[in-house]
C-alpha cells in the first residue's frame, strides 16, 4: 500500500509540473542543400547536338510516352531537379520554325495561371545561335525554360522541374544552382554536323 501511495503522489507531482508549462512550436525549417561546386563535361556526340552540362548531373533518355529520339533528361539526384531538353530538326522550313517557337510559347503560357511573373529575354549565344529564356515566379512547376535555335537547321528547348513539394521560395538556392547550369548549356551548345 505504501509503494500504491508514493507512485501516485509522483504521478500527481509530474502531471500537475506538466501541466503548467508553456508549449513553444518550433519555427518553420527550410531543408538545407548541399550545393557542389560547377563542374562541367561534353555530352556525348550521338546527338545532333552538343554542350557542356553539370558533372552532378546524370544525362538520361527521355522516357515519357510522347518522347521523341534525341529528346534527353539531365536529373540533379542530389536536388531532384530535371531539366528536360527537346529537340527538333528545322529542315529549313520557317513554318516548322514558326510552330515550335509557338508550342514553347504556349508551353511557358501555361504557367500564368500561378506564376506571379514570366521574364523572357531574346539573347545571341557567343556561337550566334537565337536564345529566348523565360524566368517564371510563384509557385509553378517549371521556374525556368528556354529555347535555342539556329532559325534554319536546329531547334531546342529546355525546361526545369523539381521532383519536390517543397514551396519554391525554399528551393531559391538550388534553382539559382540549375539556372546557371543551364545558362552554361545555352552558351556551350553546339550543332552535329549530320
Known amino acids: 500500500m505504501r509503494i500504491a501511495a508514493i507512485l501516485l503522489t509522483g504521478l500527481m507531482i509530474v502531471a500537475v509540473g506538466s501541466c503548467s508549462r508553456t508549449y513553444q512550436p518550433k519555427p518553420r525549417g527550410y531543408n538545407r542543400l548541399e550545393l557542389l561546386p560547377a563542374a562541367y563535361r561534353l555530352s556525348p556526340d550521338s546527338l545532333p547536338y552538343r554542350f557542356e552540362y553539370s558533372t552532378h548531373a546524370r544525362l538520361l533518355r527521355?522516357?515519357?510516352?510522347?518522347?521523341?529520339?534525341?529528346?534527353?533528361?539531365?536529373?540533379?539526384?542530389?536536388?531532384?531537379a530535371n531539366i528536360h531538353i527537346t529537340y527538333k530538326p528545322i529542315l529549313n522550313d520557317p513554318r516548322r520554325l514558326k510552330e515550335y517557337l509557338n508550342d514553347a510559347y504556349v508551353l511557358?503560357?501555361?504557367?500564368?495561371?500561378?506564376?506571379?511573373?514570366?521574364?523572357e529575354v531574346n539573347v545571341r549565344t557567343p556561337s550566334g545561335k537565337t536564345a529566348v529564356i523565360a524566368e517564371i515566379s510563384g509557385e509553378v512547376p517549371s521556374q525556368f525554360?528556354?529555347?535555342?535555335?539556329?532559325?534554319?537547321?536546329?531547334?531546342?528547348?529546355?525546361a526545369l522541374y523539381f521532383y519536390t513539394k517543397v514551396q519554391n521560395d525554399s528551393l531559391a538556392p538550388a534553382i539559382e544552382y540549375?539556372?546557371?547550369?543551364?545558362?552554361?548549356?545555352?552558351?556551350?551548345?553546339?550543332?552535329?554536323?549530320?
Open 62 to 80: 527521355d522516357t515519357s510516352r510522347i518522347s521523341e529520339r534525341y529528346w534527353i533528361e539531365l536529373y540533379y539526384p542530389a536536388i531532384h
Open 108 to 119: 511557358t503560357a501555361k504557367h500564368q495561371i500561378k506564376a506571379y511573373a514570366i521574364d
Open 145 to 158: 525554360q528556354f529555347t535555342v535555335t539556329d532559325s534554319s537547321r536546329h531547334f531546342l528547348r529546355g
Open 178 to 194: 540549375v539556372k546557371k547550369d543551364a545558362m552554361h548549356l545555352i552558351n556551350t551548345l553546339q550543332w552535329n554536323p549530320r
